[in-house]
């Protein structure tokens, strides 16, 4: 069954460095995600992307957040200057579509930890 | 705005007994909402999601969920437990057209 990956399994890095997180989502999936979740705390959804553009994005997801397709397999996330608070498990997901029927499709994570 | 609540944080059940992971959610209009399983160094696996229909949902690996809407709940069931159901679940409602909105998670033992 095909699935999401994502690498590093693990990050380790400076605060004020930046960072980038990769994805590579399953083949025929259109739609991208990005989602963190903060030790102990809800997964939240940080942004989605279709046809190279951000279709929504949280609060969360501010300037030192951005994300790109740069080919045609993988999905980046990009930490311009990493913040201690950035320090979480972040998953990536895909989708075939938007509509109710069509499930999100998440990758094992990256754990980013921010000193 | 729309949220869910998973109550509990861990469920301990027997190998072999009902198991039952609750989850309530408050959306306004209609409620998608999906279940989420997730194993140690794994990514969330999809078990089953309600759109419409039949109110008890059958999914993967033999769970299945029960939507009340009167009760506003989704909760997972599994008539026998077994050692490798061990595991993070989560459950989500579409909280628009792109993000899902997840509850805290409740971790499942289950006890050989």
């Known amino acids: 069954e095909p699935e999401v990956t994502q690498t590093p399994s693990h990050q380790v890095t400076q605060m004020g460095q930046e960072v980038i997180l990769r994805c590579v989502p399953i083949s025929n999936h259109l739609y991208f995600y990005w989602y963190r979740q903060i030790l102990g705390q809800k997964v939240e959804f940080l942004v989605s992307f279709y046809n190279n553009e951000i279709s929504e994005k949280s609060e969360i997801f501010d300037d030192q957040f951005s994300v790109e397709r740069p080919d045609g397999s993988n999905f980046t996330l990009k930490i311009r200057s990493t913040k201690l608070e950035d320090s979480a498990m972040y998953f990536c997901a895909s989708s075939q579509g938007t509509g109710p029927s069509y499930e999100q499709y998440f990758g094992p994570g990256t754990r980013l930890t921010v000193t | 705005a729309q949220s869910v609540a998973q109550p509990e944080d861990q469920v301990n059940v027997a190998e072999g007994n009902p198991l039952t992971v609750k989850c309530t959610y408050s959306v306004s209009g209609n409620p998608y909402l999906f279940w989420y399983v997730q194993y140690p160094n794994r990514g969330l696996q999809f078990l089953l999601k309600?759109?419409?229909?039949?109110?008890l949902v059958k999914g993967s690996y033999g769970f299945e969920a029960e939507f009340n809407k009167s009760q506003t709940s989704f909760h997972l069931k599994k008539p026998s437990a077994l050692v490798s159901d061990s595991a993070l679940y989560f459950c989500?409602?579409?909280?628009?057209?792109?993000?899902?909105?997840f509850g805290t998670g409740t971790r499942l033992k289950v006890l050989a």
């Open positions: 989500a409602v579409r909280g628009g057209t792109y993000k899902y909105i």
């Open positions: 309600y759109i419409t229909g039949d109110n």
